[in-house]
C-alpha cells in the first residue's frame, strides 16, 4: 500500500518564488491535512479539508493556499516563498469519522528551505 | 485553548533500561490522549491513544501510557528499551469531531539510545 505520498521529498527555493507540494493518499479518507514541523515547536497545522471542495485553516495559515477538488489530492501552495516558511511539511489523512480523534496517517515529509 | 507540553527536549537512556516521557496537556473537555513516533526521516506513526476507560493503555512496541486527569499528564513508559527505540516521540491532545478536527502536538522528546 502507498498510503500517504508526498513530493518532493526537498526543495530549494529562493524568495517570492511560488510552488506546490502534493500530497496524494490512496486509502480514500475524506479527511487530509497539513502540518509543518519545526524545531522545539511540534507540529503545526497549516490547513485541513474533510472533503472533497471543502477545506479550512488550522493554526498557522497565512502564506499558505489549498484546494481539494478530489478525494485522493491536497496540494499545499506557497505562492511567495518566505524564509520564514523553511521547515519540514507534513501531510496527513484519516478517516472522516476519526479525524478529530487523531488517527492520523503521515507522508514521509517534505523538506522545503527558502534561501 | 489547548496546549501540550514535553518537558524534556532530550533524554538519553541505556539499551535495557526503562524510559518514561513526560506530557502535560491543557483541554477544556474530555480529552482524547496519543503518542507518535518518529523515526529519522520518517513520517509519524501512532503509538498509542486514550479515549476513555481504563487509564493504563497499551500500544505498539512495548510502549504503554497512564492517564492522570488530576495531573493532566499522559507519560509514556516503556521497560527495556531497545535502539530501535532510538526516535522523536510526540504527545498530542485533540477532542471529537466537533471540536474542529484540530490535533494539538507537544514540541516533542528526541530519545537517544546507548549501547
Known amino acids: 500500500n502507498a498510503g500517504v505520498t508526498q513530493t518532493p521529498k526537498f526543495q530549494v527555493l529562493k524568495t517570492g518564488q511560488s510552488m506546490t507540494l502534493q500530497c496524494a493518499q490512496d486509502m480514500n479518507h475524506e479527511y487530509m491535512s497539513w502540518y509543518r514541523q519545526d524545531p522545539g515547536m511540534g507540529l503545526r497545522l497549516i490547513h485541513y479539508s474533510v472533503g472533497a471542495g471543502i477545506t479550512d485553516q488550522g493554526e498557522v495559515p497565512n502564506g499558505y493556499n489549498v484546494s481539494r477538488s478530489t478525494t485522493e489530492d491536497f496540494p499545499l501552495r506557497l505562492l511567495s516563498a518566505a524564509p520564514s516558511q523553511t521547515s519540514v511539511y507534513f501531510c496527513?489523512?484519516?478517516?472522516?469519522?476519526?479525524?478529530?480523534?487523531?488517527?492520523?496517517?503521515f507522508g514521509e515529509g517534505s523538506r522545503l528551505t527558502v534561501l | 485553548a489547548q496546549s501540550v507540553t514535553q518537558p524534556d527536549i532530550h533524554i538519553t537512556v541505556s539499551e535495557g533500561a526503562s524510559l518514561e516521557l513526560r506530557c502535560n496537556y491543557s483541554y477544556g473537555a474530555t480529552p482524547y490522549l496519543f503518542w507518535y513516533v518518529q523515526s529519522p526521516g520518517q513520517g509519524l506513526q501512532l503509538l498509542l491513544k486514550?479515549?476513555?476507560?481504563?487509564?493504563l493503555v497499551q500500544g505498539i512496541k512495548g510502549f504503554e501510557a497512564e492517564f492522570k486527569r488530576s495531573q493532566s499528564s499522559f507519560n509514556l513508559r516503556k521497560p527495556s528499551v531497545h535502539w530501535s527505540d532510538a526516535a522523536e516521540y510526540f504527545c498530542?491532545?485533540?477532542?471529537?469531531?466537533?471540536?474542529?478536527?484540530?490535533?494539538?502536538f507537544g514540541g516533542g522528546t528526541r530519545v537517544l539510545v546507548k549501547p
Open positions: 498530542a491532545v485533540g477532542g471529537k469531531k466537533a471540536a474542529g478536527n484540530k490535533l494539538t
Open positions: 496527513a489523512s484519516s478517516y472522516s469519522g476519526l479525524a478529530g480523534l487523531g488517527e492520523l496517517f
Open positions: 486514550y479515549f476513555s476507560g481504563d487509564t
